[in-house]
């Protein structure tokens, strides 16, 4: 079995900034594409940022140069680094990665969600 634990998130003022994490365990060939998506209240779910197992990284408009998102194979861990948080940024953070079982059988995984509340 696979599993996602995302960890990281909490209360910041806005300006702020938080380090959230996400690290995969279970029986793993290898990771493709990882991902973060929010999730506030009332909304749907968006993406925030992506990063290839080659290290390309893409960002939704709203946090570009926020955020930072990066991934240590290693250890089977993504990054999320976010800055200058305001209160928009406020939601259920979730990560997701692409994760091969086998050499050509891949299956997307999500994590359980961090809470980020961004406020005075």
């Known amino acids: 079995q696979v599993q996602l634990v995302e960890s990281g998130g909490g209360l910041v003022q806005p300006g702020g900034s938080l380090r959230l994490s996400c690290a995969v365990s279970g029986s793993i060939f290898r990771i493709g594409t990882m991902a973060w998506y929010r999730q506030a209240a009332g909304k749907q779910r968006e993406l925030v940022a992506t990063?290839?197992?080659?290290?390309?990284?893409n960002y939704a408009d709203s946090v570009q140069g926020r955020f930072i998102i990066s991934r240590d194979s290693a250890k089977n861990t993504m990054y999320l680094q976010t800055s200058s948080l305001k209160p928009e940024d406020t939601a259920v953070y979730f990560c997701k990665m692409y994760v091969f079982r086998t050499t050509f059988s891949g299956t997307d995984y999500w994590g359980q969600g961090t809470q980020v509340t961004v406020s005075s």
């Open positions: 990063i290839t197992s080659g290290g390309s990284t």
